[in-house]
């Protein structure tokens, strides 16, 4: 683990305090022009996300309608009721993602499959950087906002499924994240730009509030009147 691995995860709350929790549950309503894109306009507009912190399992619901839940990991995603009922399941979901571009409609288990993975990494990093198989390099920081931000190149292990294998975070003098590139492959639109802020403490854990996702240009210049997807989280239970 790198030194900049060390401090930002101690500046998100550290990894004794993260290991006292098995799941964080996030109250959050998540809006963006990609959600029209694919169909799923309104389809997050007020729902809560609850993540595994031991293993790659997300579930969001209410889920179209009261009593539906998703039910995500790398190799199955399901829509179940709340009894454990599955209504409808696909393995290996992410290969239903072959052939698609921004603008090719989704089914219920494709959302299911992209806001469970999302919601995982966002609301388990940095603090999965320090598990194995995960690999960190440390970049030469960059001036955004007339700050130094540093800059960590993560790739995830082969197993774990999330937007791209290799992103870039990037950190402010606090250590906290302010920025994470990545290209979504199941969405094949090219490279996105994703902003965190308006930081909370949760349980002794800093999360971010507020998320903006815009596309980035060939140029590496991000494209901030388009916003892709926006998340902001009301609240989050570490338990």
Do not use: C
Not at 12 to 25: C, K, P, S, V, W
Not at 54 to 72: D, I, K, M, N, V
Request: no cysteine; aromatic share 12%.
């Amino acid at each position: 683990m790198t030194d900049l691995t060390a401090q930002i995860i101690k500046a998100h709350g550290g990894l004794d305090r993260y290991n006292e929790y098995e799941t964080a549950t996030a109250d959050f309503h998540s809006g963006g022009a990609l959600w029209g894109l694919k169909g799923q306009e309104a389809i997050f507009d007020r729902a809560a996300a609850q993540v595994d912190l031991r293993r790659q399992h997300a579930s969001h619901y209410p889920f179209r309608e009261p009593g539906l839940r998703t039910s995500f990991s790398a190799g199955r995603v399901a829509i179940e009721t709340d009894k454990g009922e599955v209504r409808s399941e696909r393995l290996s979901p992410r290969d239903a993602f072959a052939g698609h571009t921004l603008n090719t409609p989704w089914d219920d288990l494709h959302v299911a499959y992209f806001a469970g993975y999302a919601m995982w990494t966002y609301l388990t990093s940095p603090f999965t950087f320090a598990s194995p198989g995960f690999r960190t390099a440390e970049l030469s920081p960059v001036i955004e906002n007339g700050e130094e931000w540093s800059r960590l190149k993560v790739t995830f292990p082969d197993d774990v499924a999330t937007h791209s294998q290799e992103q870039l975070f990037y950190f402010s003098s606090d250590g906290l994240l302010r920025r994470q590139d990545y290209t979504a492959e199941v969405i094949n639109a090219g490279p996105a730009a994703h902003y965190a802020s308006d930081y909370a403490d949760f349980g002794g854990i800093m999360v971010p509030t507020k998320r903006r996702v815009y596309p980035l240009g060939e140029d590496g210049v991000v494209v901030r009147d388009i916003e892709l997807v926006t998340i902001d989280v009301e609240n989050v239970t570490f338990a």
